[in-house]
């Protein structure tokens, strides 16, 4: 007992010197998560990213997050704890973050932020995102092709445009395959409220949906449309396990590639602030495997996603008719351009909804 | 022979003193075991919990700036505890409170208005919030409706109304459509009270507030009528202290605090009204108002303990990588220590000796 007393305490000591040692010299990457990193959606997969990173520079740098930071009052402060604890590369990842984060940016210059689908820069904060209507027009085409009922279930978290392009994509591929696909619509209000979504998923399939969508980080939808047997697409992460004959494919938020080369160019020196804004070709997000679907909608999504990632095949390809039935404005000549696409406010035509806030 | 709980001829005042210190070493010794289990230096996590926000600056205003609508609402809240009107729904008239003031700045956005705005949108937060309050005190006055239920269903209301606003009318224009208003303008903000740093009037009207507070509980008939009607409502009956009066009352200049510490937030922290303004002030602040035991001296510590539960919280998660449910953990079981030496205040533990029956069966 003794002996193992002492060698605990030796360990301690061991323990304490080794890290005192080496933290002095290793970089500090901070995280500032949403949710918390046992979500298995949208902030599992920001630690998975920062996974990757431990595992590839663990040797140079220490990492430190906090989780389910709300995005109110409170983040300020935790960005700001954050740098105070000698983080030089702070990783903010979620959109409400972006006015605290430009405040802590301004008030300490030399420190590098990274905040993840807003649109405010500075000197010293960067910007990242991904083209996630890419994987979402995939999504429509398997789910036009899937779905017996001609309806499909839409489970969104907040009227922004990354969520309404997502829907736009989604209807303009099934329209290709069926012209008279339905979409029904709920707004969760939420990114992470398991109940919600899945009383939503419910309501939807009563309503007529066989093949569920979502825009929200939980698999609470993919279980229920598991247990009444019908198709849904997973979000942000694999969720195969959560219904194993239910999801057709999921857009899989790959971000460790990018943090890695973010703290790589940190550690180089030559870190300046982006707007990275990654599509299929960049790898910033990745398609899981898709199963739960015959060899022909399979090709079908595969040819898409292929077309795509070479560029031939642009989800919001002129011309984009908008629910008023007119002709959106072609402003990036044979596609919508970045900014219509990032401030999207509008639905296509053949949604039967009223977009909120409208 | 056992243990049981038997009821005092009368409070204890000594263990009421006590009891918050018995529980916060109880709750020290609990976490003790929970850090050692978890493989983590216990000393070493205190020390990040309690010792180490209190040493600098920074960490100091931090726990000012979390603790001002902590202690605020709770103050308001006491006041209806102590007459007995349950209001529940201070997070409702936190929002309702944030958004009447934001209006003015909405409004002002971009003119050259003067320094009223700052006070114009303090004194609607305060209407606003105060007007909320009063819908469930009226039901219940009039109806006897239960002022718990309404209160809590109106927070609801008012989270959405809030979210109604940011998505629709006051949605910042050059925003991308997201769901906030944009950034008041400097007039419209509440002045910090160190440059560089958090802290800002707002901890200063808190303050105020506090004192305020404990005149008209120690030193007014006011006062005296909130306590009598709660402790002894029959008394205050034959003493002609009308309690319905007293319900309209508490519940307005709850609900006016709790809608000032609402726009203070929205106008000093986060400097824009959004969805999500209060990660749930108006219910925390039920704890607190409880933990201070309905006294503004006892709420104004409570707050700030509160407070740096939080800020330790998330020192302890950076330093010693120590998940954020620890935290909870930790906040939880303090609750349940301080509660449950709160029932020894009135109770007492006796050992009841094997009785004569019990004995004759062992022979």
Redesign the interface.
């Known amino acids: 007992m003794r002996k193992s007393l002492l060698a605990l305490a030796a360990g301690?000591l061991l323990a304490g010197s080794v890290s005192a040692a080496s933290a002095a010299d290793k970089l500090k990457v901070?995280f500032i998560y949403l949710g918390?990193i046992g979500d298995l959606g949208w902030t599992y997969q920001h630690d998975l990213g920062r996974q990757a990173l431990v595992k590839e520079l663990g040797d140079k740098i220490e990492t430190?997050?906090?989780?389910?930071v709300?995005?109110?009052?409170?983040a300020?402060?935790?960005i700001?704890?954050?740098v105070?604890?000698g983080n030089k590369l702070i990783f903010t990842t979620s959109?409400?973050y972006m006015?605290p984060t430009l405040?802590v940016a301004k008030?300490y210059p030399n420190v590098h932020f990274e905040h993840s689908t807003g649109?405010k820069r500075d000197k010293n904060m960067s910007t990242y995102s991904s083209k996630w209507y890419q994987g979402r027009y995939i999504q429509g085409l398997i789910a036009a092709k899937m779905s017996k009922s001609g309806v499909l279930g839409y489970i969104g978290s907040?009227?922004?445009?990354e969520v309404?392009s997502g829907i736009n994509a989604t209807i303009l591929a099934a329209q290709t395959i069926n012209p008279n696909i339905k979409v029904k619509i709920i707004w969760a209000?939420t990114w992470f409220d398991p109940g919600k979504e899945a009383d939503a998923a419910k309501a939807l399939i009563d309503q007529g949906a066989d093949v569920i969508m979502q825009h929200t980080d939980s698999p609470a939808a993919m279980q229920i449309a598991s247990e009444r047997g019908k198709f849904a697409f997973g979000q942000d992460s694999e969720m195969i396990k959560f219904g194993p004959k239910t999801q057709l494919t999921s857009i899989l938020d790959t971000w460790g590639p990018y943090y890695i080369e973010r703290v790589k160019a940190e550690l180089a020196g030559t870190w300046k602030s982006e707007d990275t804004w990654g599509g299929l070709d960049s790898h910033m997000f990745a398609m899981a495997p898709y199963t739960n679907m015959p060899d022909d909608v399979k090709k079908i999504a595969e040819d898409a996603q292929a077309a795509i990632t070479a560029g031939k095949l642009h989800p919001f390809r002129c011309p984009v008719i908008g629910q008023d039935g007119k002709e959106v404005e072609c402003k990036g000549g044979a596609n919508l351009d970045a900014g219509q696409i990032?401030?999207?406010?509008f639905y296509v035509k053949g949604i039967d909804d009223k977009l909120?806030?409208k | 022979m056992q243990l049981v709980l038997e009821k005092r001829a009368e409070r204890s005042n000594t263990i009421a003193l006590v009891s918050p210190l018995i529980a916060i070493g109880l709750t020290i010794v609990t976490m003790t075991i929970l850090f050692a289990i978890l493989g983590k230096?216990p000393l070493l996590a205190l020390h990040a919990y309690f010792i180490a926000p209190l040493t600098d600056s920074?960490s100091l205003q931090?726990i000012a700036?979390?603790a001002t609508p902590l202690v605020m609402i709770a103050i308001g809240l006491s006041l209806c505890y102590l007459a007995n009107a349950w209001n529940i729904g201070a997070e409702g008239q936190f929002l309702i409170g944030a958004v009447a003031g934001s209006w003015i700045a909405v409004k002002t956005q971009g003119t050259d208005a003067g320094p009223w705005v700052l006070p114009a949108m303090l004194v609607l937060a305060a209407a606003g919030g105060a007007l909320y309050a009063l819908i469930p005190a009226i039901c219940k006055v009039k109806f006897g409706a239960s002022e718990i239920l309404t209160s809590l269903m109106l927070v609801y209301v008012a989270d959405l109304f809030l979210?109604y606003l940011v998505?629709?009318p006051w949605?910042d224009p050059h925003g991308?459509?997201?769901?906030t208003t944009a950034?008041f303008d400097p007039v419209a903000t509440v002045p910090l009270l160190i440059e560089?740093g958090?802290l800002h009037l707002g901890s200063i009207i808190a303050l105020l507030v506090v004192a305020a507070a404990a005149i008209l509980l120690g030193r007014t008939i006011k006062g005296f009528e909130i306590r009598v009607v709660g402790a002894a409502p029959r008394a205050a009956r034959f003493g002609g202290f009308n309690s319905n009066q007293l319900v309209i009352l508490t519940f307005a200049v709850s609900g006016a605090l709790a809608g000032i510490a609402g726009i203070i937030?929205v106008a000093?922290?986060?400097?824009?009204l959004?969805p999500?303004?209060?990660?749930g002030y108006g219910f925390t602040a039920i704890i607190v108002a409880f933990l201070g035991r309905l006294n503004p001296l006892g709420i104004l510590i409570a707050g700030l303990f509160l407070a740096l539960t939080?800020?330790g919280g998330?020192?302890a998660?950076?330093?010693m990588?120590i998940?954020?449910?620890v935290t909870k953990v930790f906040q939880g079981i303090l609750l349940f220590y301080v509660l449950a030496c709160d029932s020894l205040i009135l109770y007492r533990f006796k050992l009841v000796l094997p009785n004569r029956q019990v004995a004759r069966g062992t022979h």
């Open positions: 301690l901070g918390p430190t997050y906090l989780e389910n709300p995005e109110g009052p409170d300020e402060r935790a700001e704890q954050l105070r604890a959109f409400g006015d405040k008030k649109y907040f009227p922004i445009p309404v209000n990032l401030g999207m406010n909120p806030g | 230096n920074y931090e700036v979390k979210d998505r629709g949605r991308f459509n997201f769901p950034e560089g958090r937030e000093g922290p986060v400097g824009h959004q999500g303004i209060s990660p939080f800020i998330e020192q998660q950076i330093a990588k998940p954020l449910d």
